[in-house]
């Protein structure tokens, strides 16, 4: 368990004494069971006593079914004193159910056991357990109860509570009807027994696929071998013609996992890889203050990775290396309006926030803040933060292009943040160079508690910089876009074979993006630390920028040209 979680977690057990358990079918019985065992004191409790019971209890806990939730809960609301906490087991329905609690005064929750529960007496132990609160309180009073009956607690945002149920019933349900189909067909086609003999098969698969997500996948399909597939259909048609639609609905799906698996994108954070816990998803930085309260009070170190989302492996070296490095990792996601000039595409940027969260989970971000830009500029907002001079003028900040206006809307965004989320370090990546230099002169300037790390810049294969921009980059334009970082590296394979006028190894790059249809905003040679115009290699560090719009997307990238080690040539460092 992460040191956050673990602190929240013992907040959260000390609520937990005495617990209604109301209903006694199966999942009453397996929690009741769990419970004592885990030295709880519980009481269980049923309809038309319930509230006798609950009153008895901190927490309680209606395990009835779905369609009966929302008037065992107003019968249960009763209760005098009413518990604290009142949490239904259902894996469809969400918070609103419970609101008959929630009015007279109680925290709710939902915790789901992701498990088949065929006996009172199931063993709920190691299960993972869905969970949701009305508060961050009741949400790790759901997860310390999750823990404390041996589960896995995992959190499942209230606004995709249908889409969690759905990808339940076709992890589990859907599974049986797939081989109650394969054993019909099988059936047809004359072999005895068909369970029996399909059942190795689909117990072997299904481990495999717990072991390694989509690499699993195996067969016809996956091959590429067409032939046998429409044999198959055939066959099916033939024999069982019921099935058809569901094998050509299946065999779609498969071709497009398969090609996946064979060119993961970048945004295929979800196949493979180990188990990993969800972020907790917060969108309010009074609750986000809630929540980090008790890393700060322990002296957690806390870093802060700024997003704008639509995450790639950029994203995710930050985020690895705030991992590493810290103890509690926050990540933000916030399309940040004020940055964007009024041409610019704020409307238009990408956003998969579901992606993000898979790629925060697969990186182990604790905490992710994503709040909404009413939030973040409510009515009245009128304050904002800017580094002056030059560093915010000149290359992206020039009035030709994004101007400082685009600088002073990062700026008061990253100060914000920075005070809502008080980190001791923040992660920005080397490819907003600009950026990053502004930032670092702000948190100097300012006196921000923080230290600033930049994390080099992270390539497609050939050479591109990732960057969310690139998915609106034409296959055409795509292959014209390595144009930029090949000019960067001309520019410092040149200074490394000792030309020292940037000048003229700058011509070198021009040529490059001229050769490949592009024009770019800029191409410079500049002083890495404070972005004075460089006339020379040598010297100091230099920053060689470059800014170009290919078809919709604007691009950037960079390189620094190091000066001289003493002894040696003009040495650089190419970005590749
Ligand atoms: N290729 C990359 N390598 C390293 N860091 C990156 C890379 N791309 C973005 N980052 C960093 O990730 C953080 C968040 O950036 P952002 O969400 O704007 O992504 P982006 O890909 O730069 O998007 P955009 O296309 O808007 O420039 C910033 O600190 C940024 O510098
Ligand atoms: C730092 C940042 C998150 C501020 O909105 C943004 O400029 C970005 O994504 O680089
Ligand atoms: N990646 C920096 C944020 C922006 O382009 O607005």
Redesign the pocket.
């Given at each position: 368990m992460r040191e956050l979680e673990r602190n929240r977690d013992a907040e959260a057990s000390s609520a937990l004494h005495r617990l209604a358990v109301i209903g006694d079918g199966r999942t009453g019985g397996s929690v009741t069971h769990a419970a004592r065992a885990a030295g709880l004191d519980v009481h269980v409790g049923r309809r038309g006593t319930s509230a006798a019971t609950a009153s008895l209890a901190e927490v309680a806990l209606l395990c009835v079914p779905d369609r009966s939730i929302a008037s065992a809960c107003a019968e249960l609301a009763e209760a005098d004193p009413l518990p604290a906490y009142v949490g239904h087991v259902s894996g469809a329905a969400g918070l609103d159910v419970l609101a008959a609690a929630r009015r007279r005064g109680a925290e709710t929750f939902t915790l789901h056991p992701l498990q088949t529960i065929p006996t009172p007496d199931t063993d709920l132990a190691g299960a993972p357990a869905a969970v949701s609160g009305s508060s961050p309180a009741a949400r790790d009073v759901a997860a310390a109860l999750a823990r404390r009956l041996g589960m896995v607690p995992f959190d499942v945002p209230e606004e995709h509570r249908a889409a969690y149920h759905a990808a339940a019933v076709l992890a589990s349900n859907f599974l049986v009807t797939l081989e109650e189909s394969a054993t019909e067909l099988l059936t047809r086609a004359g072999v005895a027994d068909a369970r029996a003999v399909l059942a190795p098969l689909v117990l072997r698969s299904a481990a495999n696929w717990a072991e390694a997500g989509s690499a699993a996948l195996t067969g016809p399909i996956a091959r590429g071998d067409e032939d046998t597939v429409r044999a198959h259909l055939a066959a099916v048609r033939a024999l069982a013609p019921k099935l058809e639609p569901t094998y050509t609905a299946l065999a779609e799906r498969t071709r497009a996992i398969a090609e996946r698996g064979a060119a993961p994108s970048s945004q295929d954070w979800t196949t493979g890889g180990t188990p990993v816990n969800a972020p907790q998803v917060i969108r309010t930085r009074e609750e986000l203050r809630r929540a980090l309260e008790p890393a700060r009070r322990s002296g957690r170190r806390i870093g802060l990775v700024?997003?704008?989302?639509f995450l790639?492996e950029?994203?995710a070296?930050?985020l690895r290396a705030a991992r590493a490095g810290c103890d509690v990792v926050v990540m933000s996601l916030f399309v940040n309006p004020t940055q964007f000039g009024p041409n610019e595409d704020l409307a238009a940027y990408p956003r998969d926030e579901a992606a993000d969260l898979a790629m925060a989970a697969a990186t182990g971000v604790d905490v992710v803040y994503a709040p909404d830009a009413a939030h973040v500029y409510p009515a009245g907002y009128a304050t904002s933060v800017e580094v002056g001079g030059e560093l915010t003028q000149v290359l992206c900040g020039d009035p030709r292009r994004r101007g400082s206006a685009h600088f002073r809307g990062v700026t008061t965004v990253v100060a914000k943040l920075l005070n809502a989320v008080g980190p001791d370090v923040a992660f920005?990546?080397?490819?907003?160079a600009q950026?990053a230099i502004v930032i670092r002169r702000m948190v100097r300037d300012l006196d921000f508690p923080v230290e600033v790390v930049v994390?080099?810049?992270?390539?497609e294969p050939d050479g591109l910089?990732?960057?969310?921009?690139n998915v609106y980059l034409e296959p055409d334009e795509r292959v014209r876009a390595r144009a930029l970082n090949q000019a960067l590296s001309a520019v410092a394979d040149a200074a490394r074979a000792g030309e020292t006028d940037t000048s003229r190894a700058l011509a070198l790059g021009h040529k490059i993006l001229t050769d490949a249809g592009i024009d770019p905003e800029y191409l410079e040679a500049r002083d890495a630390d404070d972005l004075t115009l460089a006339a020379r290699f040598g010297d100091r560090p230099v920053l060689v920028a470059v800014a170009a719009r290919v078809g919709r997307a604007r691009l950037i990238d960079n390189v620094v040209v190091e000066s001289p080690q003493p002894g040696a040539g003009a040495a650089a460092e190419v970005a590749r």
């Open positions: 700024p997003t704008m989302g790639h950029g994203h070296s930050l920005f990546g080397q490819k907003d950026q994390g080099p810049t992270v390539r910089a990732m960057s969310s921009r």
